[in-house]
């Protein structure tokens, strides 16, 4: 069975600074990883997604997220926080691409 | 394109109160799903249709139904509504059901 598992459920950065997302999954065939964000009072979107190859994916707003297998994690990274990013983001695995399980979510806050 | 659609986008219902939740994709889309979201819990799939005629259910089933009324239509249907089925409720849609799905802007749905 898939599952996965977001570290912090709250992260704070001020406006600048690196963001750091962490996700962990288990799966027990070569997964599927995607990172969706949630703006307030919004459907989901996606930001990026890995599904073979590159390991280092790159998506849209400036974020990317590398794939390593021995750690099992998939983390989301932007090397400069703006206010704008400030959402609720979603990391997800699905089997074969099949379908998706998603992590708790992690509320990011950009301060000024 | 609209993409994906949801109506209604806010109900009130009564404890054994009956309802149906409207999904409508214009992307011409062979999978759709019925997610809900609970704070601190992610996204939970109900049920899903990986193509016209068929439906399979997810994570959390119970006390739901569905129907997938054509290729661009999948509703969800609550026949005695609970206290635990306040909710937000997201359709999402893709090609198959290994292809990136795509999400409606949600039903928020509160049971007294």
């Known amino acids: 069975a898939q599952s996965v598992t977001q570290l912090g459920s709250h992260v704070s950065v001020s406006e600048g600074a690196l963001v750091l997302l962490r996700c962990n999954y288990s799966?027990?065939?070569?997964?599927?990883l995607f990172w969706y964000v949630q703006y307030p009072n919004q459907g989901l979107q996606l930001l990026l997604k890995?599904?073979?190859?590159?390991?280092l994916v790159k998506g849209i707003n400036g974020f990317e997220a590398e794939f390593k297998k021995s750690e099992t994690s998939f983390h989301l990274t932007k090397p400069s926080a703006h206010m704008s990013d400030a959402a609720e983001y979603f990391c997800?695995?699905?089997?074969?691409?099949?379908?998706?399980?998603f992590g708790q979510g992690t509320i990011l806050t950009v301060h000024p | 394109n609209a993409g994906v659609t949801q109506t209604p986008k806010f109900q009130v219902l009564k404890t054994g109160q009956s309802m149906t939740l409207q999904c409508a994709q214009d992307?011409?889309?062979?999978?759709m799903y019925w997610y809900r979201q609970d704070p601190g819990m992610g996204l939970r799939l109900i049920y899903y249709?990986?193509?016209?005629?068929?439906?399979d259910k997810g994570e959390v089933p119970n006390g739901y139904n569905v129907s997938r009324l054509n290729k661009r239509e999948f509703s969800l249907r609550l026949e005695s509504a609970a206290p635990s089925q306040t909710s937000v409720y997201f359709c999402?849609?893709?090609?198959?059901?290994?292809?990136?799905?795509?999400f409606g802007p949600g039903t928020r749905l509160l049971v007294l």
């Open positions: 999402a849609s893709s090609e198959t059901l290994q292809e990136t799905q795509y």
């Open positions: 799966s027990s065939v070569p997964p599927y």
């Open positions: 890995y599904t073979t190859g590159a390991t």
């Open positions: 997800a695995v699905s089997e074969f691409g099949g379908k998706l399980t």
């Open positions: 992307m011409n889309h062979n999978s």
């Open positions: 249709s990986a193509s016209e005629g068929t439906t």
